[in-house]
């Protein structure tokens, strides 16, 4: 059943400028949140008992609960409560999550509760934990949104040309976190700014700027390399990429196994900054089945692996991370221009490509991963 919101928030008035700090970042991670500013032309005219029961018995996918002095002692917030707790005594998994602004008891929450203290980790280390709880996180490096993708197995390869992809096979992964778009220009900005060693390359016309929302482009695998060192991040190995990209079912495209106009960019009549790519998250319908943007058309993206052509029919079958060593770097994800011949295989989430490390194309970009170490709730 598909929620209404993300997270539901329940405070006391007197500590609506906590909740307001932690949805103002959550709401900007485009999380649905529950904030009762938020919801006046909604809740306008209605009977808020029944109105606010039904967010917090069935509302949200998780509530979280502000416990202070104040708490137990209004009317609202032990509707709230009541409502939340209905749901959580019939839940296998947590539903409630409480953020402790001081120590004060509530009725009915068990003292041995697991609590998030805001004095102690901060609305910013609260809100990336109720991300993680959603699926998602933000690397507070550079800011980007990462989104999880589960342990288990995925359909890897094709049984179609060309050979380098094949043959296809069923691979296990452990759980990781990927970026949900590309590194934008003004991410990269931020990075080279940072460690005064690298610079945006120069692919901008004089009449054209970069715009921070569109992905850094013109990068080297080695660049790309030290962005993710700096955001303490990795580049995607190729198994990480195509199950992000197409899901454990092992769809051709990321929204299906047919190929429909719309749902990514390529072969544009009309060039975007400079000739390279378009902004992110301009195709939501060609997001893959985990909510990853852009992971087709627009750019290719540099992988982790060493590439080598017949690879496949020797890679092992849990946790593959290519060759040990090699000529070339694996690249994903086909840029718009690439070429018609191919056309749409080379748009195909197991299709490959490879360059020298240090090749510099105005078509080459990347995204970070974030291994999870098991941690998937």
């Known amino acids: 059943m598909t929620m209404r919101y993300d997270i539901a928030l329940s405070f006391a008035g007197e500590d609506r400028e906590y909740a307001?700090?932690?949805?103002?970042?959550?709401?900007?991670?485009?999380?649905?949140?529950?904030?009762?500013?938020?919801?006046e032309d909604q809740s306008w005219g209605e009977d808020l008992n029944s109105y606010l029961t039904n967010i917090y018995q069935s509302g949200a996918q998780y509530v979280v609960m502000f416990v202070s002095k104040f708490y137990p002692k209004k009317f609202w917030t032990n509707i709230e409560l009541k409502a939340a707790q209905d749901t959580a005594f019939q839940r296998k998994t947590p539903y409630i999550l409480p953020v402790r602004l001081d120590d004060t008891a509530v009725a009915g929450m068990l003292a041995t509760a697991g609590y998030m203290d805001?004095?102690?980790?901060?609305?910013?280390?609260?809100?990336?934990?109720?991300?993680?709880?959603?699926?998602?996180?933000?690397?507070?490096?550079?800011?980007?949104?990462?989104?999880?993708?589960?342990?288990?197995e995925f359909t890897m390869g094709s049984t179609k040309e060309?050979?380098?992809?094949?043959?296809?096979?069923?691979?296990?992964?452990?759980?990781?976190?990927?970026?949900?778009?590309?590194?934008?220009y003004g991410q990269y900005v931020m990075f080279c700014e940072a460690t005064r060693l690298y610079r945006p390359p120069t692919w901008v016309m004089e009449d054209l700027k970069p715009k921070e929302d569109h992905p850094i482009v013109g990068v080297t695998w080695d660049e790309a390399l030290a962005y993710c060192e700096w955001a303490g991040v990795s580049l995607p190995?190729?198994?990480?990429?195509?199950?992000?990209?197409?899901?454990?079912?092992?769809?051709?495209?990321?929204?299906?196994?047919?190929?429909?106009?719309?749902?990514?960019?390529?072969?544009?009549?009309?060039?975007g900054?400079?000739?390279i790519a378009i902004q992110i998250n301009n195709f939501p319908r060609g997001a893959s089945p985990y909510g990853v943007q852009d992971m087709c058309g627009n750019i290719w993206?540099?992988?982790?692996?060493?590439y080598e052509e017949d690879y496949y029919g020797r890679s092992p079958s849990r946790n593959p991370k290519g060759p040990e060593n090699g000529r070339h770097r694996v690249k994903r994800g086909c840029g718009w221009e690439d070429d018609i011949r191919w056309f749409p295989v080379n748009f195909e989430c197991s299709f490959r490509n490879h360059k020298e490390p240090s090749f510099r194309y105005r078509l080459d970009g990347f995204r970070?991963?974030?291994?999870?170490?098991?941690?998937?709730?």
């Open 20 to 39: 307001k700090q932690l949805a103002d970042i959550l709401l900007a991670g485009g999380i649905r949140v529950f904030f009762d500013e938020y919801e």
């Open 162 to 184: 060309p050979k380098d992809r094949m043959p296809e096979r069923k691979v296990w992964l452990d759980s990781f976190y990927i970026y949900k778009n590309p590194v934008t």
């Open 301 to 306: 993206e540099w992988c982790a692996d060493w």
């Open 237 to 271: 190995t190729e198994a990480q990429w195509e199950k992000a990209a197409r899901g454990a079912d092992g769809l051709r495209f990321p929204w299906g196994n047919n190929w429909e106009e719309g749902r990514c960019e390529y072969r544009r009549k009309q060039w």
């Open 273 to 275: 900054y400079a000739g």
């Open 118 to 152: 805001w004095a102690e980790k901060g609305v910013h280390r609260i809100a990336n934990l109720v991300l993680k709880k959603l699926g998602k996180m933000i690397n507070e490096k550079d800011n980007a949104e990462l989104i999880l993708i589960p342990q288990g």
């Open 368 to 377: 970070g991963v974030l291994n999870s170490g098991g941690d998937e709730t």
